[in-house]
């Protein structure tokens, strides 16, 4: 893996770095163990189960589509998050602000109340009610992933496996609903938003592709305006008189992504963060990013 910084004592610099290992968990695996197993019977519906807890969190395991997750307000968690869920697309799961809640019982009675101290599980979902608003689920024999709602921390794990050391976790970042593509058209599936710091960016992905922002880069002296990852292929800065990642293929407006929240492409994920973005994607396992933030730019990949 190539590592490339901008700072203020030199332009460009690249130098060889081993792959990197998975950031550290931010959420650590829940231990289910201790808690009493009661019958699925009440809270079945077809192949679904739905249950709620004291705090009023509405919950579902969902293995025709094997997702599982809890809707309400969500302790340890910005005002505007709803949604929690387990998913094998990554572009789905984590924290969400929707209106679109994917875990809440749509028809007949009520779903029964999951009371503290009590586990359920239902395929291979395991979910628990713990005292002091603690809800956790997991999936697999063994975890694969994992999901806690508490008011000491609410997330998901494992972390994104991949990432370069000290790189943004997508999964610690807001999904919405705005999918941030600009007018109507044929083939038009490129998101296009606005980032803090005066930056324009798009993913332009589709087996394979580019992930790229214009606009100013801080400090970085050689009058470069572009930073890039190719999907398969280099990342880096470039100058360019024609930005290609602030021109929508329609006319339209374009949105701002709010900072804490993400916005994905195919393949490809996009950050707001204090100041700036964080972007990665991965091609045939090699994972490609870059980060802007008003200490410099960070390119990483072939």
Known sequence: MRLALIVLTILFGVMAAPAAPA??????QPDLSGFTTVSTYPYVM?????????????????????????????????????E???????????????A????????????PLLREGQKIVFGDFECAVGADSYTACTKGQPVAQWMVVSPKGTGIGPATAGLPPGFPDPNDFILG?????????????FPVFHVEGGLTCSIVTFSGGE???????????????????????????????????????YPGPVKQLPVGHRVHGIGA????IPGGVACTGSVDGAVHAFEVTPSGVSTYGA
Do not use: W
């Open 23 to 28: 950031n550290a968990d931010a959420t650590p």
């Open 46 to 82: 077809g192949n679904e189960l739905y249950f709620q807890t004291p705090d009023g969190l509405l919950c579902a395991m969902l293995p025709d589509r094997n997702v599982v997750g809890c809707d309400g307000r969500l302790p340890g968690t910005a005002p505007e998050v709803n």
């Open 84 to 98: 929690i869920g387990l998913s094998p697309d990554a572009s789905t799961r984590g924290l969400s602000t929707t």
């Open 100 to 111: 679109n809640h994917r875990f809440v019982k749509s028809t007949g009675n009520a779903a």
């Open 177 to 189: 609903d705005d999918t941030y593509i600009v007018g109507q058209g044929a083939k038009n599936l």
């Open 211 to 249: 992930i790229g922002c214009d606009g100013p880069l801080p400090r970085v002296l050689g009058g470069e305006n572009e930073v890039y990852a190719q999907l398969p292929g280099p990342s880096g800065i470039r100058r360019t008189d024609a930005p290609r990642f602030a021109t929508p293929a």
């Open 269 to 272: 994920v996009c950050m707001a």
